[in-house]
């Protein structure tokens, strides 16, 4: 079992940045594949970036490419996620979850993670 606890969210003005944190227990934490996702109002849940168990391998979803880094410390079972440029469209709760099968890459949806986190709120404003 994995318990995954997200923070760092917050309000910010567009063109600012934020970074997003995720602390995860558990002793397997460096053999799990990492990704964030977002969900507005209203939207469905989507992808946002991935990492590699290993942090050797990234990707991520068009709409925050250049802008968003995801990053993970294993030694502190932690995975950041910073963002830049901060739009508007950006707003949403960002989601930490964990994907325990070892593919590579992960699947960009819901169902390719086992483990969730409860979500921080991201607000950016004009």
């Known amino acids: 079992q994995v318990q995954l606890v997200e923070s760092g969210g917050g309000l910010v003005q567009a063109g600012g940045s934020l970074r997003l944190s995720c602390a995860a227990s558990?002793?397997?934490?460096?053999?799990?594949?990492m990704g964030w996702f977002r969900q507005a109002p209203g939207k469905d849940r989507e992808f946002v970036a991935a990492?590699?168990?290993?942090?050797?391998?990234?990707y991520y979803a068009n709409s925050v490419k250049g802008r968003f880094t995801i990053s993970r410390d294993n030694a502190k079972n932690t995975v950041h996620l910073q963002m830049n440029s901060l739009k508007l469209e950006d707003t949403a709760v960002y989601y930490c979850?964990?994907?325990?099968?070892?593919?590579?890459?992960?699947?960009?949806?819901?169902?390719?993670?086992?483990?969730w986190g409860q979500g921080t709120q991201v607000t950016v404003s004009s």
């Open positions: 979850a964990a994907d325990s099968t070892r593919r590579w890459p992960t699947a960009p949806t819901r169902s390719g993670y086992d483990y």
């Open positions: 558990g002793r397997t934490f460096s053999s799990f594949a």
């Open positions: 990492i590699r168990w290993s942090g050797g391998s990234t």
